[in-house]
């Protein structure tokens, strides 16, 4: 029977999502340590990252237990399904499906025995753009993929088809085969592994925990679990973890494109992203829009919630004051009800509503973070002008998007992107604003305080910085076709003993 999930989202217009996110991983080696509890709340602070799925994989050195399904993290897990998730090592998974359906089956973590009876076990966030040969590889090596149709198990059956190796040297043999972006966390029974691909695309963090280490997406997850950040995980690095201590390899050198498009949506504002603060970004954004688009205006406010601290900074940087423009009901969900048409026509209300005594009669600086199709701007717009807005000027905290991302932001096609077909003033014109500003990508870069040779930009310029193979060997649901009956389709526990059962 349908249910509603639950899913607390910030889209704005369901019908019509905006960027989705990448997926959140973490990874905890800590003997003596409720490791299951610590991926818990340390997945919890990930939560932005993926809503679709969440699992936990746990190892007490000699067998694997993965606990998985489709929801949010505090509704996949409760104390009883944590409860047999014990032992010293774990990983964990917020899933956004980038490549593969949204199923159970295609849940992470993933778990796989290899001939010698090795359980390794592995999350991923990113997404692969060389799927297609991977594919092949596993074709010839005569790997059967039980169902499964994401990029993330295709790289678990090729480290388990190495049974006369370690894992640690199966993944140097597998890694460097890899092309796109890939933060994983992997397991056997008894070490803990993490790798970064070689453009360190996003982001991977590690961090010292009193009895051991932990590594994850995100440095507000480290802090949630009471970590000390120590360093990211390099771009082309490997690490291990064990009993012995921590190990670093290089699996390919690295050449440095982070996602610039984390700074302004994707990562939590109390992250540091390559040593800068996201909040503080964000700010110097709007500090930034500010300067290259002002205008005469009442009210400076922001859509919630990545709008905010762009706004904050316009406000400061053009003395225009900052204000609260929205309530927003943090509690609604998707839902399987079907309004009517009626209610259907109310919108983004559901999610947002105007202070009408803060708007009436003002002239309005409205921050946002992106334009994707533009209906929401477009419904934004109408609603400040019925709560009695005499000027809506839209200021948007990054350029125009008018390229598709194939390294694990899911975004519209171009096809559908306003910008890809619009000019600014078109993109104006059909959201009914007075004004529009983007801010520049010049500018934009200059707040992250990064090099510009060192970020991905792609998804505003169309300079992809791995290289891509044809259009028909690349896309979401690419290994669909291959789909075998795949089972369970609930949720499940699974168990893989290892070979020091």
């Given at each position: 029977?349908?249910?509603?999930?639950?899913?607390?989202?910030?889209?704005?217009?369901?019908?019509?999502?905006?960027?989705?996110?990448?997926?959140?991983?973490?990874?905890?080696?800590?003997?003596?340590?409720?490791?299951?509890?610590?991926?818990?709340?340390?997945?919890?602070?990930?939560?932005?990252?993926?809503?679709?799925?969440?699992?936990?994989?746990?190892?007490?050195?000699?067998?694997?237990?993965?606990?998985?399904?489709?929801?949010?993290?505090?509704?996949?897990?409760?104390?009883?399904?944590?409860?047999?998730?014990?032992?010293?090592?774990?990983?964990?998974?917020?899933?956004?499906?980038?490549?593969?359906?949204?199923?159970?089956?295609?849940?992470?973590?993933?778990?796989?025995?290899?001939?010698?009876?090795?359980?390794?076990?592995?999350?991923?966030?990113?997404?692969?753009?060389?799927?297609?040969?991977?594919?092949?590889?596993?074709?010839?090596?005569?790997?059967?993929?039980?169902?499964?149709?994401?990029?993330?198990?295709?790289?678990?059956?090729?480290?388990?088809?190495?049974?006369?190796?370690?894992?640690?040297?199966?993944?140097?043999?597998?890694?460097?085969?890899?092309?796109?972006?890939?933060?994983?966390?992997?397991?056997?029974?008894?070490?803990?592994?993490?790798?970064?691909?070689?453009?360190?695309?996003h982001p991977l963090v590690l961090g010292r925990l009193a009895s051991g280490w932990a590594v994850a997406s995100e440095t507000a997850a480290l802090d949630t679990i009471g970590a000390h950040f120590v360093r990211e995980v390099e771009p082309g690095e490997m690490i291990t973890v064990?009993?012995?201590?921590?190990?670093?390899?290089?699996?390919?050198?690295?050449?440095?494109?982070?996602?610039?498009?984390?700074?302004?949506?994707?990562?939590?504002?109390?992250?540091?992203?390559?040593?800068?603060?996201?909040?503080?970004?964000?700010?110097?954004?709007?500090?930034?829009?500010?300067?290259?688009?002002?205008?005469?205006?009442?009210?400076?406010?922001?859509?919630?919630?990545?709008?905010?601290?762009?706004?904050?900074?316009?406000?400061?940087?053009?003395?225009?004051?900052?204000?609260?423009?929205?309530?927003?009901?943090?509690?609604?969900?998707?839902?399987?009800?079907?309004?009517?048409?009626?209610?259907?026509?109310?919108?983004?209300?559901?999610?947002?509503?105007?202070?009408?005594?803060?708007?009436?009669?003002?002239?309005?600086?409205?921050?946002?973070?992106?334009?994707?199709?533009?209906?929401?701007?477009?419904?934004?717009?109408?609603?400040?002008?019925?709560?009695?807005?005499?000027?809506?000027?839209?200021?948007?905290?990054?350029?125009?998007?008018?390229?598709?991302?194939?390294?694990?932001?899911?975004?519209?096609?171009?096809?559908?992107?306003?910008?890809?077909?619009?000019?600014?003033?078109?993109?104006?014109?059909?959201?009914?604003?007075?004004?529009?500003?983007?801010?520049?990508?010049?500018?934009?870069?200059?707040?992250?305080?990064?090099?510009?040779?060192?970020?991905?930009?792609?998804?505003?310029?169309?300079?992809?910085?791995?290289?891509?193979?044809?259009?028909?060997?690349?896309?979401?649901?690419?290994?669909?076709?291959?789909?075998?009956?795949?089972?369970?389709?609930?949720?499940?526990?699974?168990?893989?003993?290892?070979?020091?059962?």
């Amino acid at each position: 029977m349908a249910r509603g999930d639950g899913l607390l989202t910030t889209e704005l217009d369901p019908d019509q999502p905006g960027p989705r996110d990448a997926c959140g991983v973490v990874g905890i080696w800590a003997p003596g340590e409720e490791v299951s509890k610590l991926t818990y709340f340390g997945l919890y602070a990930l939560q932005h990252r993926g809503q679709e799925a969440a699992g936990i994989a746990a190892s007490d050195g000699s067998r694997t237990v993965v606990y998985k399904d489709l929801g949010l993290v505090a509704q996949v897990f409760d104390e009883s399904t944590l409860a047999p998730l014990q032992g010293h090592l774990a990983i964990g998974h917020a899933r956004y499906s980038t490549t593969g359906a949204p199923t159970w089956e295609n849940s992470q973590p993933t778990i796989r025995s290899t001939e010698a009876g090795t359980a390794i076990s592995l999350a991923h966030n990113g997404n692969l753009v060389n799927t297609a040969d991977l594919l092949e590889e596993i074709d010839r090596l005569g790997v059967d993929m039980d169902g499964t149709t994401s990029d993330t198990h295709l790289i678990t059956a090729l480290l388990a088809a190495r049974p006369d190796e370690s894992v640690a040297a199966a993944a140097e043999r597998v890694l460097p085969k890899l092309r796109g972006a890939f933060c994983l966390v992997f397991m056997d029974e008894n070490s803990l592994y993490a790798a970064r691909d070689p453009q360190g695309v996003h982001p991977l963090v590690l961090g010292r925990l009193a009895s051991g280490w932990a590594v994850a997406s995100e440095t507000a997850a480290l802090d949630t679990i009471g970590a000390h950040f120590v360093r990211e995980v390099e771009p082309g690095e490997m690490i291990t973890v064990d009993e012995h201590g921590l190990r670093s390899t290089r699996f390919a050198p690295p050449e440095p494109k982070g996602c610039l498009f984390e700074y302004v949506y994707l990562a939590r504002p109390d992250s540091k992203l390559a040593g800068r603060g996201v909040y503080a970004t964000r700010v110097e954004v709007g500090r930034t829009l500010a300067g290259e688009h002002p205008v005469d205006a009442d009210l400076v406010i922001g859509v919630p919630e990545s709008g905010i601290p762009a706004a904050i900074g316009y406000a400061e940087a053009s003395g225009i004051p900052y204000g609260q423009g929205f309530t927003k009901n943090s509690y609604v969900g998707r839902t399987f009800i079907q309004p009517s048409q009626s209610l259907r026509q109310l919108g983004i209300r559901l999610k947002l509503n105007p202070l009408v005594d803060q708007i009436k009669g003002k002239r309005l600086v409205v921050v946002d973070d992106t334009i994707v199709r533009g209906n929401t701007q477009r419904a934004l717009v109408r609603m400040l002008r019925e709560a009695g807005a005499v000027e809506v000027h839209i200021r948007i905290s990054a350029p125009p998007v008018k390229w598709p991302c194939f390294y694990g932001i899911d975004f519209a096609t171009r096809a559908e992107l306003i910008a890809g077909s619009l000019d600014v003033d078109g993109i104006r014109s059909q959201i009914g604003a007075d004004t529009l500003g983007y801010v520049s990508q010049e500018g934009l870069v200059r707040a992250t305080e990064q090099p510009a040779s060192r970020l991905c930009m792609a998804c505003f310029d169309g300079q992809y910085p791995i290289e891509l193979p044809a259009a028909d060997l690349i896309g979401k649901h690419l290994l669909e076709p291959n789909r075998r009956a795949a089972q369970p389709t609930e949720a499940s526990t699974q168990v893989r003993e290892g070979t020091n059962a």
